[in-house]
């Protein structure tokens, strides 16, 4: 498809990760779905081509490019079906890592980033907890100096490759005394660091070889050095990255809901009822061209949206209006190619039952649809 957004180089990255996508994950999902994790060799192979560090700089051996490289390498993962992969991967190269490279000192960068880029060290981002989602603001978790530490206590869920992670975006309170979003800190916990604990895999409706895990910090120590950005501005930092890792849902859930109109087309095609393939039935014909046509108009907005980000503009409205719209679109479409293969569509051995349930997080994840809605109403 010809657009102004993307160039000759995106086109070939595209088809490189389409292909990855069709002789990696395919083959392999449905065994790292019932694994409930990812291998740590299909994430490292991820890195030997360059996959995990697209947008890191070249220094640190990442190609250095923009958000509309990870939004390709977002749309292709989404199209593998494998919701759970494509999280899995997405969390390290662009949600978590972007915390490291937009915040790190050098120091910092030197001593992470070409692990996290060559995929020996996988990354989360740790900022939910049991009594604080969508109000970030009002985390508990407590970070306290004490000469040359920081101890750390408290604890947060739903910490996507939190089992499995190597290293940890951690926010804190540091001033509790501050008002509203001021006075939380990011600190870098290493797997390992006494008194950092995981707990529960917690068991989940979709996005099942994705490990999602309860983290606990009981007087975790850790360096001054371990201080990630500004003192009492992790708030800001977690807000700057929240737009990155909103354009990133929107694009797996294009992708997504794209894979799926193709699948059900090819199912309406063979199907018979009433001596007919159902995709003769005017009915279903003008279902997919509708959900079709919202997809299409998603993946544009999409791509206009990344292109706006990519030339440094200030697009919280338009992030947030795609990230809406484009998730709750993947639920439509998923609700749609469910019905369209009939009972087949409610059984656990059909692609189409596994993508309903992965999608159903996209409108919950990054920012609920309310949030979002939120966030463009108080910008009209
Ligand atoms: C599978 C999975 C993986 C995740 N991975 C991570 C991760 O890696 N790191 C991380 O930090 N977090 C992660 N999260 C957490 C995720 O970002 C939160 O679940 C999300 O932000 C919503 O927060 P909450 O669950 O506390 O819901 P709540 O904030 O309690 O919201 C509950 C409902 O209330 C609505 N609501 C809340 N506030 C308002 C308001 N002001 N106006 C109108 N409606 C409102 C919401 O829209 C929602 O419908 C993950 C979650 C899931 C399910």
Not at 280 to 285: F, G, I, L, P, T
């Amino acid at each position: 498809m010809k657009t102004p957004y993307f160039s000759e180089e995106h086109a070939i990255l595209r088809a490189q990760i389409r292909k990855f996508v069709e002789t990696e994950i395919v083959p392999n999902g449905d065994a790292w779905e019932q694994d409930g994790s990812v291998p740590r060799e299909f994430l490292r192979k991820m890195g030997e081509l360059g996959y995990l560090g697209l947008m890191h700089e070249e220094k640190y051996g990442g190609s250095g490019m923009d958000v509309r490289a990870a939004t390709i390498l977002a749309e292709e993962l989404g199209r593998s079906t494998y919701a759970g992969v494509t999280i899995t991967a997405l969390v390290h190269t662009n949600m978590a890592s972007p915390h490291l490279a937009n915040a790190g000192s050098v120091a910092q960068k030197q001593k992470y980033l070409p692990d996290v880029v060559s995929g020996k060290k996988i990354t989360a981002i740790c900022v939910t907890e049991p009594g604080a989602g969508s109000d970030v603001a009002g985390i508990k978790t407590r970070a306290v100096r004490d000469g040359n530490d920081w101890v750390i206590n408290g604890s947060k869920i739903f910490i996507t490759n939190g089992v499995f992670g190597d290293l940890y975006f951690v926010a804190a309170k540091t001033d509790p005394g501050a008002k509203g979003s001021r006075g939380i800190s990011i600190f870098i916990v290493e797997k390992g660091t006494p008194g950092f604990s995981v707990g529960r895999s917690l068991k989940k409706h979709g996005w099942r070889s994705s490990d999602t895990a309860e983290l606990f910090f009981d007087n975790v120590r850790v360096p001054v050095e371990n201080l990630l950005g500004e003192e009492n501005k992790g708030f800001y930092a977690v807000m700057k990255n929240f737009q990155h890792e909103r354009i990133m849902l929107a694009a797996m859930g294009v992708g997504e809901a794209q894979k799926a109109i193709e699948i059900t087309l090819d199912n309406v095609k063979q199907r018979q009822a009433f001596g007919a393939p159902l995709f003769s039935k005017d009915v279903v014909r003008d279902n997919l061209a509708r959900m079709q046509t919202k997809i299409a108009l998603a993946q544009n907005y999409l791509y206009y949206v990344a292109w706006l980000d990519a030339q440094g503009v200030d697009c919280i409205k338009e992030v947030s209006m795609l990230k809406a719209n484009a998730c709750e679109i993947a639920n439509e479409v998923m609700y749609g190619c469910v019905q369209l293969h009939g009972g087949m569509g409610f059984m656990m051995e059909s692609t189409i039952e596994r993508m309903s349930r992965d999608a159903r997080v996209l409108t919950i994840g990054g920012g609920t649809t309310e949030i979002m809605y939120g966030e463009v109403a108080k910008r009209m």
